[in-house]
């Protein structure tokens, strides 16, 4: 353990919402900033994710391989 975290913190990006917060122990390795804004825009997106993966409509194994690959399911919804 050469970098004083513990093994599950070494080499992960941990992320907090806001930069100023105290997170106690955590302020060690989150050092990412959330971008609300991401959330926001995308935030039906994920709604209808979350509601997919609930009632068994896709697999997270299915969801996971998307994002890497950087498939953009909306590319392939018709208008």
């Known amino acids: 353990m050469a970098s004083g975290l513990p093994f599950f913190a070494q080499d992960r990006g ?4 806001d930069p100023t917060a105290d997170y106690g122990p955590l302020n060690g ?13 995308n935030w039906e997106d ?5 509601g997919s993966l609930k009632l068994g409509v896709i ?14 399911p909306r590319s392939s919804r018709k208008p």
Not at 30 to 40: E, F, K, P, V
Not at 46 to 50: E, Q
Not at 59 to 72: D, F
């Open 14 to 17: 941990y992320w907090r919402l």
């Open 29 to 41: 390795i989150a050092r990412h900033r959330i971008n609300t804004r991401l959330i926001t825009e």
């Open 46 to 50: 994920m709604l209808r994710l979350a």
């Open 59 to 72: 697999q997270a194994m299915s969801v996971m391989r998307t994002l890497q690959l950087g498939i953009n």
